[in-house]
């Protein structure tokens, strides 16, 4: 009877948790995939400006790099709105005016950030593609009027083609 | 029945241990007597258990005590709890209940895995803006002996590809522009592409023929812009 017993208390142990997944792989693989996204994703409103799209482009870090953003206007879809930086707030704005009062305005705001932060080695315009190629263009000039401009390299941001 | 009887048999007569299977008499017999007086004592010995209160209780002392119960102080403690009876399986206190972090962990997945895009952003080296004085640099095209392959796009968005040697090839598609690009440049020996850009002309156009020269190897691209109707 001891004997019988004995060999019967493992399987008594066993059967409760045969109904139960062991859910330990499964939270392992969802906290990786929660890591990866947390790493992935930004939390920047950049993302709003439609670059266009290039197969081929470097990566530049934004940290490191003077960044312009040009969109249309979307009230009249014909100007073009020049934002200082990195995200489009009212402040950082270009305010609209001529050509030439934008070129300064822009080319003042080069000259300050690459004395103040002399690490930054790149200047980023990043431009809607249905901006016009003028507009781009007086952007580029306005970053010409920067001497420090003068030995950082420009940059166009393009969206990746997959 | 039939085996308490047999089992009773044997001894009929003892004291009280028959469970009352005793033969009947028909008088009362001298168990039924020392029975009585057992209980009698019993019930002495329970009765001075029972609590009764004292004068030194107070005359308020209407409390549990009045009813004959013995306190719960007073309960013996050498009671056992059966075993059996309240078998419960218990968690073991060193595992948490993963559940709840579980959920939150799944909630934080599903909303950074909406939020997440997947969008690339790199950019494209340009060469910075020239003056927008008429430059003198008409010399030096002469100056350069290479072939080139020169893309224009007019102030529509038509794309013109244009080599030394052909004409003017008009492309009214982004993937016409870019073959008759790579067949100038497997034809001839261009090394340059030259992007000449009408001013309303559209930004994505200009980064699609600078793309196209990137693609097909070309060493050096330049940009023109001009705001002279074509």
């Not at chain 2, 060193?94 to 969008?119: H, Q, R, W």
């Not at chain 2, 000449?196 to 793309?211: E, G």
Request: glycine residues 4%; proline residues 5%; aromatic residues 6%.
């Amino acid at each position: 009877m001891s004997d019988e017993a004995n060999i019967e208390l493992p399987k008594r142990k066993r059967n409760p948790d045969e109904g139960e997944l062991d859910v330990t792989p499964m939270i392992d693989v969802t906290f990786l995939l929660l890591a990866f996204f947390v790493v992935v994703s930004r939390m920047d409103p950049q993302a709003a400006v439609a670059l266009p799209m290039a197969s081929y482009g470097d990566s530049i870090q934004d940290k490191e790099a003077v960044t312009l953003i040009v969109v249309l206007d979307e009230a009249t879809g014909e100007k073009v709105e020049v934002y200082k930086g990195r995200s489009m707030a009212d402040d950082t704005k270009v305010p609209p005016g001529d050509e030439d009062s934008q070129e300064t305005n822009i080319g003042e705001y080069v000259e300050n950030q690459l004395s103040s932060h002399p690490t930054k080695n790149a200047i980023l315009i990043k431009a809607e593609g249905d901006v016009k190629t003028g507009m781009v263009e007086m952007v580029k000039r306005g970053i010409a009027q920067s001497e420090l401009a003068k030995t950082r390299k420009i940059y166009v941001g393009i969206e990746a083609e997959q | 029945m039939s085996k308490k009887k047999k089992k009773s048999k044997p001894d009929p007569n003892t004291d009280g241990e028959g469970f009352g299977l005793n033969k009947p008499t028909g008088q009362f017999s001298d168990l039924d007597i020392e029975m009585k007086k057992k209980l009698a004592v019993e019930r002495e010995e329970l009765a001075s258990q029972i609590y009764r209160p004292t004068p030194e209780d107070g005359p308020d002392d209407v409390t549990y005590k009045n009813m004959g119960w013995r306190g719960i102080e007073n309960v013996e403690d050498d009671f056992e709890e059966p075993d059996v009876a309240f078998e419960k399986k218990e968690i073991p206190e060193d595992e948490l209940d993963m559940t709840p972090m579980v959920d939150v962990t799944f909630l934080l997945l599903i909303f950074f895995m909406v939020t997440a895009s997947f969008t690339l952003q790199k950019s494209l080296e340009q060469p910075p803006a020239k003056s927008d004085q008429p430059s003198t640099e008409v010399q030096e095209d002469d100056e350069v002996l290479d072939d080139y392959v020169q893309v224009t796009i007019d102030q529509t968005n038509t794309y013109y590809v244009t080599t030394r040697d052909d004409e003017e090839v008009e492309c009214p598609s982004d993937s016409e522009m870019r073959s008759r690009v790579k067949d100038a440049k497997e034809t001839s020996s261009a090394t340059r592409l030259i992007i000449l850009a009408h001013v309303d002309s559209t930004h994505a156009k200009l980064v699609t023929a600078w793309d196209t020269g990137v693609i097909n190897n070309m060493k050096e691209i330049e940009i023109q812009t001009t705001d002279e109707e074509f």
